[in-house]
């Protein structure tokens, strides 16, 4: 092949890969079974990872991890219940992989991406606790979040009231 056919190919192979890479988190997000947890937060800010909510995720399981390290499991459903890797009861229907570590539980899904402009009234809201995660949880225990609820309401409509 000539010079030209190799950047060609240069410049397509990462165009392709990032757009494979949007169309499978898109297509992860939006499949699975809807999920609704609510969330706890404190401060937003991180100035080298743009303006984000940080929260806790209320999974409903009351003990937490313990002394428990690694990867586990939280099940959803039937009953909830937080467990070591590959060690969840037979018949959970629904679940979430994420990992233990400081006596913590954390599927990944911990931080909100949002405007600057929101920050502080969304950060108030969470603060508030009146927060909630719209999950999309797949069949092999890997969640998504869809959209952050105050009060019930997707933030987008919320914020929306306080131009």
Known sequence: MN?????????????????????????????????????????????????????RVDYGVAEG????????????????????????????????????????FSAGIERFYIPEAYAYALEQQVRDHKGELVLGVDSQGNAAIRDLLLDGKPWKNVVGGMD
């Open 65 to 104: 991890c313990g002394a428990q390290q690694g990867q586990a499991s939280v099940c959803l459903r039937p009953t909830r219940g937080l467990y070591p890797a590959g060690a969840l009861p037979e018949d959970c229907t629904l679940f979430i992989h994420g990992q233990c570590d400081g006596g913590v």
């Open 3 to 55: 010079r030209r056919s190799w950047l060609i190919i240069a410049l397509v192979v990462p165009i392709l890969a990032l757009a494979s890479s949007v169309y499978l988190k898109n297509a992860q997000r939006n499949r699975g079974t809807e999920v609704i947890l609510p969330i706890s937060g404190f401060d937003p800010r991180d100035l080298l990872s743009g303006h984000y909510l940080i929260y």
